[in-house]
């Protein structure tokens, strides 16, 4: 099964909110971190990555927290748009493992205008 | 810049049939390649990867295959489709040296 697993499989906010989609994981051996935004009937895209070695990461309009302790992921999207409606997936990758990432189930985000 | 392509986007193929799916990627050498698959409303199932040419790993067992005739061209085949095989085909292709993987625009494929 997967090693990486979300808490909540739907998450609906109000055009102008901060999202927050969080992700928890269980092997602390997991060295790299990513998250995708997957439109409906698209490939799945890019956001944001972080290693192991920090604890947050900047990009635009979205961060993303690592807490190794509680091995526990989230991103974090300011002002929220209609545009971000999507399905957003964390992954990780085992430090000294293969070339795989272990992809969690996926957040279903749905913006309300 | 790079870019990956997948075809054909969408295929309705009978149980029993063949199948082949091609992934291309260009502006890159010596990619890792992957083939996923996505039920509707679930996650990616890792299928194969590749890290070189004829070097291609399983990671369940299944009717499927995975061939990689050239550096840059990933086929996922089978022999005889089973229901169970309809799902969303993702391909996607990392460097070398990146951990982050670039998905293509994925393949719909409905067995009936």
């Known amino acids: 099964g997967e090693n990486v697993g979300l808490h909540l499989p739907t998450l609906s906010v109000q055009e102008g909110d901060n999202s927050i989609i969080n992700c928890a994981y269980s092997?602390?051996?997991?060295?790299?971190f990513i998250w995708y935004k997957q439109e409906s009937g698209k490939g799945p895209q890019f956001i944001i990555d972080i290693r192991s070695n920090m604890d947050k990461r900047q990009g635009q309009r979205v961060t993303v927290l690592l807490n190794k302790t509680v091995k526990h992921l989230s991103l974090q999207i300011a002002a929220t748009q209609p545009g971000d409606s999507a399905v957003y997936f964390c992954a990780d990758q085992i430090r000294g493992g293969s070339e795989k990432l272990v992809f969690g189930k996926g957040t279903k985000l749905t913006v309300n205008p | 810049s790079q870019t990956i392509h997948q075809w054909p986007a969408t295929l309705v193929q009978p149980v029993g049939s063949p199948l082949s799916l091609e992934c291309t990627v260009e502006?890159?050498?010596?990619?890792?390649l992957y083939w996923y698959r996505q039920a509707a409303g679930r996650g990616l199932q890792l299928l194969f990867y590749s890290i070189g040419i004829d070097q291609i790993s399983s990671e369940v067992p299944q009717n499927l295959s995975a061939s990689r005739p050239q550096d840059r061209q990933f086929i996922l085949s089978s022999k005889k489709l089973l229901l169970s095989d309809s799902g969303f085909y993702l391909c996607a292709w990392s460097g070398a040296s990146l951990y982050e993987q670039y998905f293509g625009p994925g393949t719909r494929l409905t067995v009936t």
């Open positions: 502006g890159t050498s010596n990619p890792n």
């Open positions: 092997n602390s051996a997991s060295d790299y």
